[in-house]
T-cell receptor
């Protein structure tokens, strides 16, 4: 089956730090990847759609200068949370498409102190 | 009214029971329907994917789509404690690479030994 790897799985850092999260499709090429944010006991909230070789498309209300997305190759997309603050603490999940359904990574738990 | 409605539960059943999980939706254009399972602090795992109406079976899992009623179901037979998780329905109208999924809130299921 389609495997999506996300790294790191857990990050704790000080306020003001920038944090980079990697999302890789291990056994297939993904022209499109998605980044989600999930709060406890809530569903997934789409942040942005990442297309290889072009700028990401951000959802309304998501600050593109705060959440930098780079999709430099068909197997790698990165999300950088710049100058992170405690309110950015959340569970971030990426997904990649193989055919129709999306396949998800295991998520990154980000805790900003 | 949300586009996709899903009872968050929690739903608690004894081991071996048949579990029925449901979502209703309002957009008659939805054609692609998915069920994901999410364990605590993990990314969603694709369980079932169906296109248009009808039934689909995979092991202990059966997905049903009734487009006339705008209603989808996931049945789990012979439920096991390892099935304890949150089950999310997701759907979309289009097949394009950038198509967004519309998510239910997720139903929390506990299968008791």
């Amino acid at each position: 089956g389609a495997v999506v790897s996300q790294h790191p799985s857990w990050v704790i850092c000080k306020s003001g730090t920038s944090v980079k999260i990697e999302c890789r499709s291990l056994d297939f090429q993904a022209t499109t990847m998605f980044w989600y944010r999930q709060f406890p006991k809530q569903s997934l909230m789409l942040m942005a759609t990442s297309n290889e070789g072009s700028k990401a498309t951000y959802e309304q209300g998501v600050e593109k200068d705060k959440f930098l997305i780079n999709h430099a190759s068909l197997t790698l997309s990165t999300l950088t949370v710049t100058s992170a603050h405690p309110e950015d603490s959340s569970f971030y999940i990426c997904s990649a498409k193989l055919g129709q359904p999306q396949h998800f990574g295991d998520g990154t738990r980000l805790s900003i102190l | 009214q949300k586009e996709v409605e899903q009872d968050p539960g929690p739903l608690s059943v004894p081991e071996g029971a048949i579990v029925s999980l449901n979502c209703t939706y309002s957009n008659s254009a939805f054609q692609y329907f998915m069920w994901y399972r999410q364990y605590s602090r993990k990314g969603p795992e694709l369980l079932m994917y169906t296109y248009s109406s009808g039934n689909k079976e995979d092991g202990r899992f059966t997905a049903q789509v009734d487009k006339s009623s705008k209603y989808i179901s996931l049945f789990i037979r012979d439920s096991q404690p390892s099935d304890s998780a949150t089950y999310l329905c997701a759907m979309s109208a289009y097949a394009g690479n950038n198509r967004k999924l519309i998510w239910g809130l997720g139903t929390s299921l506990a299968v008791n030994p």
